[in-house]
């Protein structure tokens, strides 16, 4: 059995992190994302059905694919077309009968000013956009399904 240390170099997405939608035309990249709230849960392949029999616990069997979760806030801008409500709360057409789905990339640098870092990369769809008003700014909040997603790779040139 192999051992290894694990979470050894420590990051952070506030030293110059990037998040972008891309709806197969435009690419959007998010700024003044509120520092601490970009969260996000990956999908879960066949999550586990527990079931006990007379009265045991059983062991779980394999269910179906799960779905994971993105939120985030930033700072509220004007209401302007190009803004994350406007932007998040548009559907597909009625005759294409599929939610929206955006490709989201969080790049997470490697350190302040870093070229190199660690990308992953989710499909999801909006689940809840929320406006609210702050003491200091104004914020946005964002929440998604995530159906999909490639796990963190390294990556190299910003």
């Known amino acids: ?26 690419t959007l990249t998010v700024k003044n994302i509120v520092p601490g709230s970009l969260s996000f849960d990956p999908p879960m392949p066949q999550e586990g059905l527990d079931y006990s029999d007379r009265g045991v616990q059983q062991a779980a069997v394999q269910g179906d694919d799960g779905l994971g979760s993105l939120t985030f806030r930033t700072r509220g801008t ?9 932007l998040l709360t548009v559907s597909n057409p009625a ?18 000013g870093a070229t190199t870092g ?9 689940k809840k956009v929320d406006f609210k008003a702050g003491t200091d700014f104004d914020e946005v909040g964002v929440e998604m399904v995530v159906r999909t997603w490639t796990a963190p790779a390294a990556y190299t040139g910003g």
């Not at 979470?7 to 035309?25: M, Y």
């Not at 005759?95 to 302040?112: A, G, L, Q």
């Open 1 to 26: 059995m192999a051992s290894e240390s694990i979470h050894a170099d420590v990051v952070r997405f506030e030293s110059g992190g990037i998040l972008t939608f891309t709806d197969g035309s435009d």
């Open 78 to 86: 004007k209401f302007f077309a190009r803004n994350l409500i406007n």
């Open 95 to 112: 005759s294409v009968n599929t939610m929206r789905e955006w490709t989201v990339t969080i790049k997470n640098p490697d350190y302040r």
């Open 118 to 126: 660690t990308v992953t990369i989710l499909v999801a769809r909006r």
